[in-house]
């Protein structure tokens, strides 16, 4: 009998192991959840980049695009595939395209050094050092970006870093309105 309760240990061990690998194999490693495409981005007010200093300026993630389209990334100084991406960003912004950063858990100061060193391709930084932009986001981890509309609607979203230029155009493609016909006057 006390041989058997040595075991139980042992067998639950591999009873869990099963049930896991069970639900490993069922599971698609290329899921990427878009829970908020097609929904309006959150309001979540966060302090503005200003030099190595957070603040003291604050604005809303749903109003940093001024009514025109916008890339959201999440980025942070201390994520390698940040750094790789980084170049990409550069080059959207010399196509004119607004890209606002989140600097996701990271030190305003240490945002500041990442952005000297690798360049500025951001129309503003925002700073998140609680995280709480990218619990309202929806991120699971950095970086992160999403295509935003002019009203303010999620078109898009890339999970990981821009690497082809096909993921870039599919974002930039996403945010852009269709043409609206012009409102008529009926006498």
């Known amino acids: 009998m006390n041989r058997w309760l040595a075991l139980l240990p042992l067998a639950v061990l591999a009873a869990l192991a099963a049930l ?3 639900w490993s194999l069922k599971r698609d490693p290329a899921f990427k959840p878009d829970a908020l495409v097609g929904q309006t981005i959150p309001e979540t007010v966060l302090p503005m980049l200003t030099g190595d200093q957070a603040g003291p300026g604050h604005l809303d993630l749903k109003t940093a695009g001024v ?7 999440v980025f942070a100084s201390w994520c390698a595939p940040c750094r790789i991406e980084h170049p990409k960003l550069l080059a959207l912004k010399e196509r004119g395209i607004a890209v606002v950063g989140i600097a996701y858990k ?11 060193e690798m360049g500025d391709p951001y129309s503003m ?3 998140d050092r609680e995280g709480r932009a990218g619990l309202d986001l929806g991120i699971s981890g950095v970086p992160e970006t999403f295509a935003v509309d002019a009203l303010g609607r999620i078109t898009a979203k890339q999970s990981g870093p821009l690497l082809n230029d096909a993921d870039i155009d599919r974002l930039v493609a996403s945010m852009q309105a269709p043409p609206r016909p012009l409102p008529t006057a009926k006498p």
């Open 20 to 22: 896991f690998i069970g």
């Open 67 to 73: 009514g025109k389209p916008m890339l959201v990334n």
């Open 106 to 116: 990271d030190e305003p100061v240490a945002t500041h050094a990442f952005l000297d």
């Open 125 to 127: 930084v925002l700073v």
